[in-house]
């Protein structure tokens, strides 16, 4: 399942030339202390449990489980000692996660960033204090022009400061396997140009300690100016660029075909997957390994079919003439399990609606026994006691009698790993809280939901590796294929482009709208 | 009846004579026709083809002059003393039909049934059926129009 695999995290963050990125640094370093290294995973890890034998073992038990299973309220346990249950799967998992150091790779990137904004911040100011630090008596005096200068650049970097915590001072959403080519770039620029500045700077006015303070500021000025238009094309770069559509993205998940289409602009590859998986998220509904293949039941019969056995002496030629004679005569032989999958699916169908039906009674029923207590009911009615409850003592009395409708539901449509007692009963509790009706309470397990909702908040990210024939940074174009992997599934992502539209005019004068009868008329002669 | 335009219109035709008959100030003939250039085709109950704009015969007036000259109901008609009624407007075939100076006409109808009478008698006679043999045999008369 999706929130039992291997965890990391993922910077998408842009960080060049700006100012506050020494806020953002110091607010990493503390975000970094205050949460326990086990909240940062490590990449790498693989976990090396046989997946397969786990699914039959999950999907033959399904099939021949007694229905009264839940009576009896036994503990799932592995089956036996060569395989292992969902639940140590779940153990390993978050003892490995816990024993992984915090990742370092992830903050080069914003620190680097930070570092540099941090810089470029300072030099206006350091190149306004240090002559008046070092040959103060020697410079110019320099009255209002210089005050109105001043009052300028304050008021620049402040917009500097205030557009930068705006725009870029945002927690990281994910890393990228190679260098995000803009970001690399516009921290290129910036540090040259400030290099630049820096560099013009200790040489003609450092070193033979120029008087002309005026000039200085001015110079200092042009920096914060420059350093503003930077800005703008970062802001265009990195945030406007992309948002005109031009490609349409085909997106389906390999397991079951689940698919969407998504309009997106101009992106590079790796760019493009976040993006992507950002919208999976919240648009695919989960992904649910129990409910891939055909129960067995149905496949299995094609494979009874007759051997063939070979009298030749001579045996080097045996096996593929065999499989051959094997495969001739299954396609000859008339296929029915066409038949059995349909009556299988009905039945299944006729199940679900049954056992869907026992539920929502029996929570309809379950909801009329509690009510919502008003103010003024617990003053006036000292006759009649009534157990007042808090919502987490009122899901637990009514649970009781929907557990066994609940449970045979989920079970039915194999949703039993995704939601727990526990879950089932924190839900109820939110529901009653919020005055919401049986269906609503309902409405989280009738449908399978999206990935989002069965996620569990706790700051961990989320491994994908980006699988693609192009180099990721290149930019997307006609046809390009790339595929998104994850332990137990894919996502494989088609690129087209969207249709140039050639839009014309027609006008219609609103006058020009008149209708008369049709005529069939009869005359007699 | 369907036509293929810009085609001649062949049809098996019965010339059908029709005395007016004089009913107070007025000479009527005692049916009714429907159908036009500029009427809806789509309506036409008696026609085939629900594109043919044909005039087409609606109503007959039990023992009118048209029920004494063997005039059906839903007939097309294809002239009218000589005048065309493929590809007229309703008014136009009412006046050619209504001139209260000509006390005859002399109609050309078709119908359906004529066409397997034709190819019925076809069958039966052996020997090849010239024009001639036809139009004393039958009464009939094959019909081209090269209006269209």
């Not at chain 1, 409910?291 to 593929?320: A, C």
């Not at chain 1, 269906?439 to 706790?458: I, S």
């Not at chain 1, 192009?470 to 930019?475: C, G, I, L, N, R």
Request: aromatic residues 8%; hydrophobic residues 35%; proline residues 5%.
């Amino acid at each position: 399942m999706d929130n039992e695999s291997q965890y990391s995290g993922y910077s998408y963050k842009s960080s060049h030339s700006r100012s506050s990125r020494k806020h953002r640094d110091r607010r990493d370093r503390h975000r970094s202390k205050s949460r326990d290294s086990s909240s940062r995973g490590d990449k790498s890890v693989t976990i090396q449990t046989p997946a397969e034998p786990l699914l039959d073992a999950e999907s033959t038990r399904g099939d021949d489980r007694d229905d009264n299973w839940g009576e009896t309220t036994t503990v799932v346990t592995g089956t036996s000692e060569h395989s292992i249950s969902n639940e140590d799967l779940t153990r390993l998992t978050k003892d490995l996660e816990e024993s992984t150091p915090l990742e370092c790779k992830r903050f080069v990137g914003p620190a680097l960033g930070g570092c540099l904004s941090f810089f470029a911040l300072v030099t206006p100011l350091a190149f306004l204090i240090l002559p008046q630090v070092l040959w103060r008596d020697t410079l110019e005096p320099c009255g209002t022009p210089c005050e109105g200068l001043y009052v300028s650049l304050a008021f620049k970097l402040l917009v500097l400061l205030i557009s930068s915590w705006a725009l870029f001072l945002r927690p990281p959403r994910a890393t990228l396997p190679r260098f995000f080519v803009f970001r690399c770039l516009l921290m290129v620029l910036v540090f040259l140009f400030v290099a630049s500045y820096w560099l013009f700077y200790g040489v003609r006015v450092l070193e033979p300690r120029e008087p002309d303070y005026r000039g200085i500021v001015e110079y200092a000025a042009s920096l914060v100016d420059a350093l503003l238009f930077i800005q703008y094309l970062a802001l265009v770069l990195l945030e406007v660029r992309h948002l005109q559509p031009a490609f349409c993205l085909k997106v389906v998940r390999s397991t079951d075909g689940a698919s969407k289409f998504y309009n997106v602009g101009h992106l590079s590859i790796q760019r493009a997957a976040v993006w992507v998986l950002d919208r999976y998220y919240s648009d695919f509904s989960v992904y649910n390994p129990a409910t891939l293949n055909l129960p067995k039941s149905i496949l299995s019969k094609k494979m009874t079919g007759f051997k063939v056995y070979s009298l030749d002496e001579n045996t080097t030629n045996n096996s593929t003439g065999q499989s051959r004679a094997m495969i001739a005569a299954a396609a000859r032989r008339r296929d029915n399990s066409h038949n059995e999958y349909y009556y299988e699916e009905a039945e299944m169908e006729r199940r679900v609606r049954k056992r869907k039906a026992r539920l929502v009674v029996a929570v309809e029923e379950a909801f009329t026994h509690i009510k919502r207590l008003q103010e003024d009911e617990a003053a006036s009615s000292p006759k009649h006691p009534r157990e007042v409850m808090d919502p987490r003592e009122a899901a637990q009395a009514i649970f009781a009698p929907m557990a066994r409708a609940m449970q045979k539901y989920l079970r039915t449509t194999r949703q039993q790993g995704f939601h727990s007692m526990e879950s089932i009963l924190t839900h109820l509790q939110f529901c009653i809280t919020h005055n919401m009706t049986p269906k609503a309470f309902l409405e989280r397990y009738l449908a399978p939901g999206p990935t989002m909702q069965y996620q569990q908040q706790n700051g961990r990210g989320r491994q994908w590796t980006l699988v693609s024939e192009e180099p990721v940074t290149s930019a997307l174009r006609q046809g390009l294929v790339f595929s998104l992997r994850r332990v137990d599934f894919s996502l494989v992502v088609t690129v087209t482009p969207l249709p140039f539209l050639r839009l014309g005019e027609e006008f219609i004068d609103p006058k020009s709208h008149k209708f008369v009868m049709r005529l069939q008329s009869e005359t007699s002669v | 009846m369907s036509f293929v335009p810009g085609q001649p219109v062949t049809a098996v035709v019965q010339r059908i004579e029709i005395q007016k008959l004089r009913q107070g100030d007025k000479l009527i003939l005692g049916f009714s026709i429907g159908g036009g250039i500029d009427q809806d085709p789509g309506q036409n109950p008696f026609s085939e083809d629900k594109t043919d704009k044909g005039i087409y015969v609606t109503r007959i007036s039990p023992g009118g002059p048209a029920d004494v000259a063997n005039l059906r109901m839903g007939d097309k008609i294809m002239q009218v003393n000589g005048w065309d009624m493929t590809m007229v407007t309703h008014d136009q075939a009412r006046k050619k039909l209504t001139k209260q100076k000509e006390d005859v006409v002399r109609l050309l109808i078709t119908r359906k049934s004529l066409e397997e009478t034709v190819s019925q008698s076809k069958g039966k006679n052996p020997k090849p059926c010239t024009y001639a043999n036809e139009k004393q045999n039958l009464n009939d008369v094959m019909y081209t129009n090269n209006v269209r």
